[in-house]
């Protein structure tokens, strides 16, 4: 009897955000198709801790880090000079996430300058902070992308070599599994136990994930 395990990731989806509207989009469409769970800065709600801790929080419970940059650098936090995409990024990777970029090539950002205006798709503020930005980033390895048709292309393909390169754990978004779970079905769909290959109420088929 086949068994199919069913994995998904949360994938924490950074970007600056009125000139990466499509593409942000592109990003939570090929995520959720992919049978994953999306989370960014949409999901934020009004509270009692700050922008940065909630920012954190939610990279913490995510499994992978997704960068999307365009020709804006974003919104600057006023305590460290830096723009809360770069600080999502820096973060992400000080904490060992797995991780991936897809950047808007030049000949993309320009084509967004004309169709939007420049100072809404180009960065005229802090130009040189964008530069180093995107030349640390390229230090590593990106994936350059035209538009929000290249993010849906591209973005399952990274996911895909990211599980293949690291130990990334299973998870499901339910209520009663705080930390995921794994779902063991057949190729009809019903639920299976692992141990015995016993078709179980699907109730029945979900292991929870350790802490």
């Not at 999307?68 to 996430?97: C, H, N």
């Not at 809404?120 to 230090?139: H, M, Q």
């Not at 057949?186 to 015995?196: E, K, L, R």
């Amino acid at each position: 009897m086949t068994v199919i395990v069913r994995k998904k990731y949360q994938i924490f989806v950074s970007s600056t955000y009125t000139d990466m509207l499509a593409e942000r989009q592109a990003a939570v469409e090929a995520i959720l198709a992919a049978g994953h769970i999306p989370a960014g800065m949409e999901l934020f709600c009004a509270g009692d801790e700050s922008q940065l801790e909630a920012i954190k929080r939610w990279i913490d419970d995510s499994d992978v880090y997704v960068l999307l940059l365009g020709g804006r650098y974003g919104t600057i936090e006023s305590r460290t000079g830096r723009s809360y995409t770069e600080i999502e990024y820096d973060y992400a990777v000080s904490r060992g996430k797995p991780h991936f970029a897809l950047l808007l090539s030049e000949a993309a950002i320009q084509a967004k300058v004309r169709g939007m205006g420049g100072g809404a798709a180009l960065e005229i503020s802090a130009p040189k902070k964008l530069a180093a930005f995107r030349k640390k980033i390229t230090r590593k390895i990106v994936r350059f992308v035209e538009d929000a048709k290249d993010v849906r292309i591209h973005l399952p393909h990274a996911i895909a070599d990211l599980r293949s390169r690291h130990s990334l754990v299973a998870r499901g978004a339910s209520p009663g599994y705080p930390n995921g779970y794994v779902k063991y079905e057949n190729a009809n769909g019903q639920g299976v136990n692992p141990s015995t290959g016993q078709t179980v109420p699907n109730t029945q088929s979900h292991y929870p994930m350790g802490p």
